[in-house]
């Protein structure tokens, strides 16, 4: 009744505009640099629902659907725009779900889900010429250059007298 007053005498009635703040819109990044234990993705902040951005970063679970309420997460800013994330201390050969999220005053939004599995490349060695050689044995060895991103859980040296040794 008050309103219709206001509008019937002519009197300019305002809005209050903070009503307006709507979720931010955001995208996903693809994973990237993927690796036995760790791995990296992020978000694009497209825009900001009118609001102010208080938190942004990805979660990620091994369950679809994470959310910064039930999964790991990362703090990655407060801005709008693109941002870099590290996933850390996952499981080798284990799919991980992610999603970026973004919160404002409406709440938080979340981007599109990707998912990627851990993997752990083979290490990098040289195996090193024999020496010492007798009749009946001979030295070798080899250098562990790069672990592949995993911990080498055994270490030697295989020999056979066919070509291509292997355990």
């Known amino acids: 009744l008050?309103?219709?007053?206001?509008?019937?005498?002519?009197?300019?009635?305002?809005?209050?505009?903070?009503?307006?703040?709507?979720?931010?819109?955001?995208?996903?990044?693809?994973?990237?640099n993927?690796?036995?234990?760790?791995?990296?993705?992020?978000?694009?902040?497209?825009?900001?629902?009118?609001?102010?951005?208080?938190?942004?970063?990805?979660?990620?679970?091994t369950s679809p659907n994470p959310t910064i309420e039930d999964s790991e997460k990362s703090e990655d800013g407060a801005e709008i725009g693109s941002f870099n994330s590290?996933?850390?201390?996952?499981?080798?050969?284990?799919?991980?779900?992610v999603r970026a999220y973004a919160t404002n005053e409406a709440g938080t939004a979340y981007g599109n889900e990707i998912s990627f599995t851990t993997i752990c490349e083979l290490p990098i060695l040289t195996t090193m010429e024999a020496n010492n050689i007798t009749s009946t044995s001979a030295y070798s060895g080899g250098l562990i250059s790069e672990d592949g991103?995993?911990?080498?859980?055994?270490?030697?040296?295989?020999?056979?007298?066919?070509?291509n040794p292997t355990i």
Do not use: M, Q
């Open 2 to 32: 008050k309103i219709t007053l206001l509008f019937a005498l002519g009197l300019p009635v305002s809005c209050d505009e903070d009503n307006d703040v709507e979720l931010p819109i955001l995208t996903t990044l693809d994973a990237n």
């Open 34 to 61: 993927i690796k036995c234990s760790t791995a990296y993705s992020g978000g694009l902040i497209s825009e900001d629902g009118g609001g102010v951005i208080s938190s942004r970063g990805v979660c990620w679970n």
């Open 86 to 97: 590290l996933l850390p201390n996952l499981t080798h050969g284990t799919t991980y779900y």
């Open 149 to 163: 991103g995993g911990v080498i859980s055994s270490r030697g040296v295989c020999w056979n007298t066919s070509p």
